[in-house]
């Protein structure tokens, strides 16, 4: 089936440092990724619409000069969190659609992000 | 836009008694509909799916979930669980036209002996 990694799996970083999340679709292409934040306890939500070659769409509210969304490549995603705080610390969860298909999405184990 | 309501946040059953988690949606669009299982420390998994046609939708591992268009709901049920069925799972929408989801809060499900 179709997998999706996420690299690193965890990661503790100082404030006002910066930390780069990998999303990968390992064996088929994905026009289409999309990053969502996990609270605990809570649901995911969606911070940005990423596409190949293009700029990523986010959603309201997500600052899109702190949490930079690269699409280089129809296997790979980055999330980086620019100048990051304690309160950037959650779970990171990528998804990535199967260009062969209308509506899938699948998605990665997750990053749990830890800002001290 | 669409949301997603999931009544339960938490349910406990017991080994091999049935099991029912609610999900309603909102949307003013026509909507696909999904239901992903989260077990721990990994992803999320899709369990099964309503795009169109029949209303009810059954997984390999004995879930199932019905559209009920009147009552904007779409509730997964099994009749029997496992002790490997204990997870988080998610309902979620998505617009017919678009590929963006929106999730409930998610239910986890503790399956005891």
């Known amino acids: 089936g179709a997998v999706v990694s996420q690299h690193p799996s965890r990661v503790i970083c100082k404030s006002g440092t910066s930390v780069k999340i990998e999303c990968r679709s390992l064996d088929f292409q994905a026009t289409t990724m999309f990053w969502y934040r996990q609270f605990p306890k809570q649901s995911l939500m969606l911070m940005a619409t990423?596409?190949?070659?293009?700029?990523?769409?986010?959603e309201q509210g997500v600052e899109k000069d702190k949490f930079l969304i690269n699409h280089a490549s129809l296997t790979l995603s980055t999330l980086t969190v620019t100048s990051a705080h304690p309160e950037d610390s959650s779970f990171y969860i990528c998804?990535?659609?199967?260009?062969?298909?209308?509506?899938?999405?699948?998605f990665g184990p997750g990053t749990r992000l830890t800002v001290t | 836009a669409q949301s997603v309501t999931q009544l339960d946040s938490q349910v406990p059953v017991f080994e091999e008694a049935p099991v029912e988690l609610r999900c309603n949606y909102s949307s003013s669009v026509s909507v696909y509909l999904f239901w992903y299982v989260q077990y721990p420390n990994q992803g999320l998994q899709l369990l099964l799916k309503?795009?169109?046609?029949?209303?009810l939708v059954k997984s390999i591992n004995g879930f199932e979930a019905e559209f009920n268009k009147s009552q904007t709901s779409f509730h997964l049920r099994k009749p029997s669980v496992h002790i490997s069925d204990t997870a988080e799972y998610f309902c979620a929408v998505s617009g017919s036209n678009d590929y963006k989801l929106s999730f409930g809060a998610g239910t986890t499900v503790t399956v005891r002996a």
């Open positions: 998804s990535a659609k199967d260009r062969r298909s209308s509506y899938e999405q699948y």
């Open positions: 309503y795009l169109s046609g029949s209303t």
């Open positions: 990423s596409n190949e070659g293009s700029k990523a769409t986010y």
